[in-house]
């Protein structure tokens, strides 16, 4: 029913809400206008292992801004967990400079770097949290070692607690706790000691998808509430899309992408990033409709709707306008990083010169248009028989589509 009211057109009419979009876009496309508050410049970190040396990381640089919440990703192996292991110095980086909200982190050893680390909270895939200490006695731990009272470490930490919906739970040790409570007490605990910014390693990766959605709420909420910026490695797409403002991308210890979630999801332009999101959309894309057999001058199309067009009753004008027959397969509509951005996948056909005309039409209106190579009826190969490439497909394994 969503997808039938955003092809006629309905589901962003209402003038507020396209107010509110077109802002989403507007700011997710333009560069923050405050000082970063991470700067990581040219950083540099190999590893000696046997006689061999590993380049975990190669002259990787970025910024974060306040306030923002900052994906990495990238593949396993790809140097994720030793950049956000620079970031607070407990890997110490060959080359480069990591700036945190003024403080030049790499220069910075013994009692000076311990103050700075303070600042900076951490929470991690599988909690590491102290099992022999109640989830109190993991809040306040932090605490105490920076020496606070006690009055203020009972009173802190109540209130952590009940901002991460715990504070029936004070007494109860880790061992009582489901995975998604453990990650909610590491969470109490990394803001404990009130950092500027949180640093997230795969902190939902050992979670249910239920309770990942629900931690995420409560790191968006975090984020909104306090104003905290919040830099999350992860391998998951559906962390990046749900919470993150801005992304980037590593590969092999390089940073190969960096940009607005909404634009590095919906025109990748590194082959990881391309990769990673492949494997994702086609989850989402029931396969038997990839793999649905073409009639001859039928096409099968994956369609990009991002932003303002999102809003546009496009598929209807070009029902309007051209001789082809446009039959909805799949339709998903979702948010990234505040801007809407729909995926259709649909079957198109009618006259060849026609077909490609509309996706021509479509390409014009700003629509992403990418062909699905699927199986053909036997004897036939989409894309011969006299009909033109509507665009270079690109490679992908037999029978799967690639993301453009
Ligand atoms: N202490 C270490 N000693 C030697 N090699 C290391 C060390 N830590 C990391 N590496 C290597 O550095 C590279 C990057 O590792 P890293 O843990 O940063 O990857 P990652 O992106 O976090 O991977 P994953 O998604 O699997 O957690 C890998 O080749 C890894 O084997
Ligand atoms: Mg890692």
């Known amino acids: 029913m969503l997808v039938g009211a955003w092809l006629q057109g309905e589901l962003f009419r209402d003038g507020r809400e396209g107010d509110r979009l077109e802002r989403a876009v507007r700011e997710a496309n333009s560069p923050p206008a405050a000082e970063p508050l991470v700067v990581v410049e040219h950083l540099t970190k190999r590893f000696r292992q046997g ?16 306030g923002e919440i900052f994906g990495v990703m990238g593949l396993s192996g790809a140097g994720k967990s030793t950049l956000i292991r620079c970031i607070n110095l ?6 480069g400079r990591v700036v945190v909200a003024g403080q030049e982190m790499t220069r910075l050893s013994g009692p000076a770097l311990m103050q700075a680390r303070r600042r900076i909270g951490m929470i991690f895939q599988h909690f590491a949290l102290l099992s022999s200490r109640t989830v109190a006695g993991n809040v ?3 605490l105490e070692i920076a020496g606070v009272s006690r009055p203020v470490i009972a009173a802190r930490v109540a209130e952590l607690l009940d901002l991460v919906g715990l504070g029936d739970r004070a007494q109860a040790y880790p061992s009582q706790l489901s995975g998604g409570q453990k ?11 009130e950092p500027v910014l ?4 795969e902190a939902t990766s050992a979670l249910d998808p239920e309770t990942t959605v629900s931690v995420l709420q409560l790191l968006k909420e975090i984020n909104q509430k306090m104003g905290l910026t919040i830099l999350m490695i992860t391998h998951e797409m559906q962390v990046i899309r749900q919470i993150c403002h801005r992304v980037a991308v590593i590969d092999q210890g390089r940073l190969v992408e960096v940009g607005p979630v909404a634009q590095v999801f919906s025109r990748p332009s590194s082959e990881v990033a391309r990769r990673l999101l492949r494997e994702q959309l086609q989850e989402d894309v029931p396969p038997y409709i990839l793999e649905r057999a073409r009639k001859p001058g039928q096409r099968l199309l994956r369609l990009g709707f991002l932003g303002q067009v999102a809003q546009e009753p496009v598929v209807a004008e070009l029902m309007r306008q051209f001789p082809v027959v446009v039959n909805v397969l799949f339709g998903r509509i979702e948010e990234l990083g505040g801007v809407p951005w729909g995926r259709l996948v649909v079957e198109i056909s009618g006259d060849p010169g026609q077909v490609v005309a509309a996706c021509e ?3 014009r209106r700003g629509v992403e248009v990418e062909e699905i190579e699927g199986a053909s009826p036997p004897g036939e190969t989409p894309g011969q028989g006299g009909e033109e490439p509507l665009r270079e497909p690109v490679a992908s394994p037999p029978g799967k589509g690639g993301v453009a």
């Open 51 to 66: 006689g061999r040396e590993i380049a975990a990381l190669s002259d990787v640089s970025f910024e974060v801004y306040p």
């Open 198 to 201: 949180l640093l997230s390693d």
């Open 361 to 363: 039409y479509l390409r």
């Open 90 to 95: 407990l890997e110490r980086p060959d080359e």
């Open 140 to 142: 306040a731990f932090p």
């Open 183 to 193: 990650q909610r007490v590491g969470i109490a605990r990394a803001l404990a000691s």
